[in-house]
């Protein structure tokens, strides 16, 4: 009988340790959610770069070649990538989060008015999909890396055919 109850009493302990582990790690992922959907909506759909210190660390480790390193070089990339386009606009579709990662879906879109990424204006509309993964560190975003669909923004915007 006093097996029995050691046994128990170690089953009930096994489970709520497994209970906790498992509601901690769904508050971080939920936490890293929230983190991102901020920022997007803070400065992809207000297109406001003003608090860009509160969301990423000064180091901000960037994996997509054309996007200079750091908070600053994130800050001038998409500054000017808001004056090429004055009409930008970001439709986020689906985040996912699994302890410091986030993945979010979303939708680029807007008219090129003016010179970006060394193309010279084109007048023209473009709408291309991207999957950006996020590492989350002490509550900022601190490493990301990109799917974006490059061919059909260059196709779109008639630089290739």
Partial sequence: MKLLKVMLSAFIFYLSFIYGASAMAQDLSQ???QLLANFANEVFVK???????EYLH???????????QGLSGFKQFFADW???????????????????????YGVYSGT?????????????HYSIHAVDIFRIEN????????????YGLFKQLGVIQ
Avoid: C, M
Avoid at 47 to 53: G, V
Avoid at 82 to 104: H, N, S
Avoid at 141 to 148: G, N, S
């Fill in 58 to 68: 000064d180091d901000y480790i960037q994996h997509n070649p054309i996007v200079p």
């Fill in 112 to 124: 090129q008015q003016g010179d970006w990424l060394g193309i010279p204006s084109t007048g023209k």
């Fill in 82 to 104: 808001f004056k090429a386009v004055p009409d930008w606009q970001y439709r986020l579709e689906k985040i996912v989060a699994e302890g410091d990662t986030v993945w979010a």
């Fill in 139 to 150: 509550g900022k975003l601190a490493e990301h890396w990109d799917v974006i669909d490059t």
């Fill in 47 to 53: 297109k406001d770069l003003t608090n860009l210190q």
């Fill in 31 to 33: 936490q890293n959610k």
